[in-house]
């Protein structure tokens, strides 16, 4: 069986996807000539359709429209891309993440539409800013100060599970979405998109805790810049550097940093061993402990990049625990804030069941659940336990 198409119209959903013949022909599992000869077709069968959906993800019926939407309807919403892989070019984000990307943009229109019914713009908080100029240093400590979590509440944290959870939560309080997503991207740590007032940031699920920590704060520092982008954390491109310095500073404060190795260490010394246990301190990982330790003076210029020569990576486990269920998929993906977001608009009228069930990614007789699991979760790490 096959169905009519516009040869317009497919080359347009792959375009719109950033993807090149050849990679959404390696995507589809075909040749090049193959997808080339589809796209010129005006006829397609019902499975060639239903892969290129299942492919580009998009719905069956946008590759069946009469003619690409015009660009005024669905205008590119560009991310920067502070990335430097090789200091010489940037590899393309993968189809995972741009989606990702683009969902996320799909729900600051949502928080803003939502917003602007319930008139609460002029109302509602907005995230202090900062320029490049002024000193990370000062800016970290001044958000410290203003999100109002001491250091001794920090180091008391017992594992690096509940240290990710307290601080994603304290985040959300400052009126932003956090997600965790699972991207395939080999130097994507996280995003961060700051639009129409409304603040998100994404770090890689991939990655262990510690490292996924100080990805929180490096994609908040964008937010405070209102620079938002794509981040790999380098340590050459001014925003990245800038961003890795608040992060730094914010968790590990350099007074409390110097004092806690001078308690761990009396003796002093300055190696692997003392990087780990400063990591595991203050809940970073070894690399960020390690930079630090260069940045206070603890450590010679270059020790970063010596230990980091010298580490060998465990392979990372395979799979998760066997009994991990939808709600908590999502919510681990989502987080409290914006599910609670999506919960609160579906109840107060501003959105349907479906619109729910698309910015939630699970089906209606699953919302009271997930409400409630989010409401465990903050009750457990939220600022007000």
């Known amino acids: 069986m096959t169905v009519p198409v516009s040869p317009n119209v497919l080359r347009w959903v792959r375009e719109s996807r950033a993807l090149t013949v ?15 000869s589809l796209e010129d077709a005006a006829q397609i069968s019902v499975d060639d359709l239903e892969r290129l959906a299942s492919k580009y993800r998009v719905s069956p019926a946008t590759l069946l429209m009469p003619a690409p939407l015009p660009a005024d309807r669905y205008p590119p919403r560009p991310i920067q891309d502070f990335r430097l892989h090789d200091r010489v070019r940037q590899e393309p984000l993968s189809l995972k993440t741009t989606l990702y990307v683009e969902n996320a943009f799909d729900l600051i229109d949502l928080l803003a539409e939502v917003n602007d019914a319930d008139g609460d713009v002029a109302t509602r908080p907005l995230l202090p800013s900062f320029a490049l100029a002024e000193s990370a240093e000062q800016a970290a400590a001044s958000e410290r100060a203003r999100i109002g979590v001491d250091i001794d509440t920090q180091l008391g944290w017992q594992t690096d599970r509940e240290a990710f959870l307290r ?22 740590r996280g995003f961060a998109i700051f639009e129409q007032g409304f603040g998100i940031l994404a770090v ?38 800038w961003c890795n310095k608040f992060a730094a500073c914010f968790l590990m404060p350099e007074g409390v940093f110097l004092r806690e190795y001078r308690r761990l260490f009396p003796r002093g010394g300055v190696g692997d061993y003392q990087v780990g246990r400063l990591a595991v301190r203050f809940k970073v990982s070894k690399a960020a402990a390690a ?8 450590a010679d210029a270059g020790f970063y990049e010596q230990l980091k020569a010298e580490w060998i990576l465990p392979p990372k ?69």
């Open 204 to 241: 890689n699920s991939k990655d262990d805790a510690r490292p996924r920590i100080f990805t929180l704060l490096h994609e908040y520092a964008h937010l405070l810049l209102r620079q938002g982008g794509i981040s790999d954390q380098n340590r050459q491109t001014p925003i990245e550097r």
């Open 22 to 36: 050849e990679q959404a022909a390696s995507r589809l599992g075909w040749p090049a000539d193959q997808l080339l």
């Open 317 to 385: 486990r395979k799979g998760g625990p066997a009994d991990v269920d939808q709600i908590d998929i999502e919510l681990g993906r989502f987080g409290t804030a914006h599910i609670g977001a999506v919960l609160e608009a579906l109840e107060r009228g501003s959105i349907d069941r479906l619109e729910a069930q698309y910015a939630l990614d699970v089906p209606p007789d699953h919302f009271e659940a997930l409400g409630a699991a989010a409401r465990e979760r903050h009750r457990a790490y939220g600022p007000a336990r």
């Open 167 to 188: 601080w994603r939560e304290l985040l959300e309080t400052q009126h932003l979405i956090v997600h965790k997503l699972a991207m395939d991207d080999q130097h994507v």
């Open 291 to 298: 930079i630090r330790m260069e940045e206070v003076g603890l």
